[in-house]
């Protein structure tokens, strides 16, 4: 089930074009947890004065948890439980920061009937900006399997 209550998607529900969305504020919580769940204790998340001297300026979130967003939305809204990620491409456009609210989008653009895969464009943005881009490509459960 997904977090609203429904079951996922099947290979045989899906059209191109069909988008869900997923919306966070980035907290410092967020990035504390991140850091300890992953082991990425990289200076430029956690120190405010190492993060000071770099071309940020400040602490910026890690990028994974950024594209843990599009995850969120494949794992549970489009095509939702049961898929299962193949493959994903990240190109990181802006550093997000503590505070940021960050709009993710995923979009199916091809369907490959022949193996039930679905392939997405997947798209994070904050105030209207870029910060993330890339592509998705997931299994899709079929009825008949």
Known sequence: MSEDGKAGHHFEDLNVGMEARYVRRVSEEDIIAFAELTGDTNPIHLDEAYAAGTMFKTRIAHGALTAGYISTILGTLLPGP?????????????????????????RIT????????????????????????????????????
Request: glycine share 8%.
């Open 82 to 106: 049961g898929a299962i990620y193949i493959s994903q491409s990240l190109n990181f456009r802006a550093p997000v920061h503590i505070g940021d609210e960050v709009t993710a989008t995923a």
């Open 110 to 145: 091809e369907l490959l009937p022949a193996k039930r895969r679905a392939i997405f464009t997947c798209h994070c943005s904050v105030g209207g900006k870029t910060v993330l881009e890339g592509e998705a490509l997931l299994m899709v459960p079929s009825r008949q399997a």
